[in-house]
Structures are given as C-alpha cells and as structure tokens.
C-alpha cells in the first residue's frame, strides 16, 4: 500500500468520525470537573508520582500545555480572512520548537 493512500484513508477517517470537531469542541472546565474523567486523570498521576517517572509526567504535561494553548483565543486569531498572520505565527514556531525539542530529549535522551 502507497504511503499517499495511507494518508488519504486517515484523511477519510478523520472527517468521518469528526474527531477535529470533536476535540475543538471539548468543555476543558467541564472536563476538570466531570468525575469520570478527574478520577482516572488523578489515579493515572498518582500513579506515575508512586514509580517516580517524573519523565511521563513531564511529558503528560506539555501535551496537556500543547492542548490547553492550542484553545486560547491567540490560537483562534492566527488565520483572519484566509490569511496567515506571520507575526503571530512566529511565537507559535518557536514555541513550537522548544516543546517538540523537550519531548525529543524526554524520549530519547538521558534517561532517569
């Protein structure tokens, strides 16, 4: 199978389950409150506190960071009109950067 088709079939998928939608319209308050989700999320922390991998935690929090920014009202104003802002992508690509260069030093770097 093409790669090109593999895309094109998660594509498909995508839009048929309407996963983007589905995660821009989470209720991120109403998630920190909703018990069957608080439960397992402090269980699940609980947990990676008792092993001491302070390396998972670390990496549950910048993808926690990633997707709280990506729902600030910053995140909604870069693209006005079909246009790209460049000036406030820049920030975004930095920061960008820096958390992608974290998690690869978190996964592959020195270990704890």
Known sequence: MRFGAIIESMGS??????????IKNVDFPGLFTNPWFLVPFIAL???LLYKQAFRDLAILGLVGGVWYA???PYMQ???VGNE???AKILPVLFGGAVVLGLLI???IGRSD
Do not use: K, N, R
Request: charged share 10%.
């Open 45 to 47: 922390v609980g947990y």
């Open 70 to 72: 990506s729902g600030t």
């Open 13 to 22: 998928w995508l839009e048929a389950t309407h996963l983007v939608e589905q």
């Open 105 to 107: 030093y978190l996964m």
């Open 84 to 86: 790209l802002q460049i």
């Open 77 to 79: 104003t870069l693209v």
